[in-house]
């Protein structure tokens, strides 16, 4: 793993939550994006080397949405960046960790992710992302 790419935060709607975090960071949402294959609406913050994203739910039934309804906002998911995300699974599930997707998806900022079972990572849900070429 490279570096910590970025800081996943769910939150109930970005409209009230990008301005708080403007004014928190002192930087204004670069970008926002809705990523349909996971039912969600995110808004990146760059803050020096990392990012803050925030991910609001699409659906009632999304995995956002039942997040917030269980543990309310919050943080989410922390995000590392690999540069072979395939290498990166087999030597996690090697290491026997539980992956939740068993191929990489598109997610959101141009990226190929997958996920670790938080179980595995003292309840840390981690994302892998590598940039798509």
């Known amino acids: 793993m490279n570096k910590i790419e970025h800081i ?23 970008k926002t994006e809705e990523v349909v294959s996971e039912n969600v609406k995110t808004a990146f913050f760059q803050v020096g080397p990392n990012k803050i994203e925030l991910l609001e739910s699409t659906d009632p039934d999304g995995v956002i949405a039942k997040f917030i309804a269980k543990k309310g906002e919050g943080l989410h998911h922390m995000a590392f960046e690999v540069t072979d995300i395939y290498a990166e699974m087999e030597r996690l599930t090697a290491a026997g960790f ?3 997707n068993e191929q990489p998806k598109l997610g959101a900022d141009n990226k190929l992710v997958c996920f670790v079972h ?3 990572t003292n309840g840390v849900l981690v994302e892998l992302c590598q940039e798509r070429q």
């Open 98 to 100: 539980v992956l939740l």
């Open 8 to 30: 996943g935060i769910a939150v109930s709607t970005l409209d009230t939550a990008i301005p708080v975090y403007e004014a928190l960071l002192n930087t204004p949402c670069y």
């Open 118 to 120: 938080p179980k595995g």
